[in-house]
């Protein structure tokens, strides 16, 4: 698992206020590995689909990351 991702696309989702990232903007960020980094965020709703193929922050991590 890459946790080093994860806390990665966390911080793009939260810290530079990006609230959808598609695979593309991921793959330019050097977030690659979809089943290690971004479904683990989805199986865990940290990370939720806004469309197939983009993804945003759950409501429950925004409000954590915010404390």
């Given at each position: ?25 991921l793959r ?22 806004s469309t ?16």
């Open positions: 698992m890459s946790e080093g991702s994860q806390w990665k696309m966390l911080h793009l989702l939260y810290c530079y206020r990006h609230p959808h990232l598609d695979l593309n903007d330019r960020a050097g977030i690659d590995c979809y089943n290690d980094t971004i479904q683990h965020l989805i199986d865990k709703s940290v990370v939720e689909r197939p193929d983009t993804y945003q922050l759950s409501q429950s991590a925004k409000a954590i990351l915010e404390t």
